[in-house]
């Protein structure tokens, strides 16, 4: 496997990760009346506060690891290719 395969594999990996991200963003933000409706139907004892925490650090995790994991090793194989 050469630099260029992995920078482009991860590349990809940061813009699908990103992509869910923002879907999972708008989704919090735009439809979380009918997304917590849902979340409630899983976990009955589920209140408002629980589900806005836990989607916020969800959020903040999801956005680290595609930064440690994705971003920073496309920049870094970037930068050595160059």
């Not at 482009?8 to 708008?26: D, N």
């Not at 989704?27 to 806005?52: P, S």
Request: glycine share 8%.
């Amino acid at each position: 496997m050469n630099l260029e395969t992995l920078q482009t594999f991860f590349g990809y990996c940061t813009l699908i990760g990103y992509g869910v991200l923002l879907l999972w963003t708008v989704v919090f933000r735009f439809a979380h009346d009918w997304h917590f409706g849902m979340a409630k139907g899983w976990f009955k004892t589920a209140t408002v506060e629980a589900y806005d925490m836990v989607n916020f650090a969800g959020i903040a995790a999801f956005k680290l690891a595609i930064v440690l994991f994705f971003l920073i090793p496309f920049i870094s194989i970037w930068l050595i290719a160059k």
